[in-house]
């Protein structure tokens, strides 16, 4: 015969999980945030990125523009622009680097 303290556990456990929130879908935001930042990481060799930090995200409907402030060998400000999907549509530097690829929308 069970011992009527020890089928306490196997009755709450249902409800524990029923309570454990679910992780919440990604937004435009997040991916937006999530394929520029891969874009920019892209961008240099390994190891080379000191720090990097997102500095604004600005939207509307069709589009996303993330900023992002890069320290590697010189400092400069990244900004993209991602789609409703998390495509990339532009991406620039400031300053320019050397032999940098420039997209415009449609490139990716």
Request: charged share 20%.
């Given at each position: ?15 524990l999980v029923a309570l454990t929130p679910a992780p919440a879908a ?47 060998e010189r400092r400069y400000t990244f900004e993209c622009a991602a ?26």
């Amino acid at each position: 015969m069970t011992r009527p303290l020890s089928i306490i556990p196997l009755l709450l456990a249902p409800a524990l999980v029923a309570l454990t929130p679910a992780p919440a879908a990604a937004g435009p935001d997040e991916r937006a945030v999530g394929q520029c930042r891969a874009e920019l990481l892209g961008q240099f060799p390994a190891g080379s990125i000191r720090n990097h930090r997102v500095v604004s995200i600005e939207g509307n409907s069709r589009r996303t523009r993330v900023t992002f402030s890069v320290n590697a060998e010189r400092r400069y400000t990244f900004e993209c622009a991602a789609g409703p999907q998390g495509q990339i549509l532009l991406t620039s530097f400031e300053p320019a680097r050397p032999g940098e690829r420039q997209l415009a929308a449609g490139q990716r």
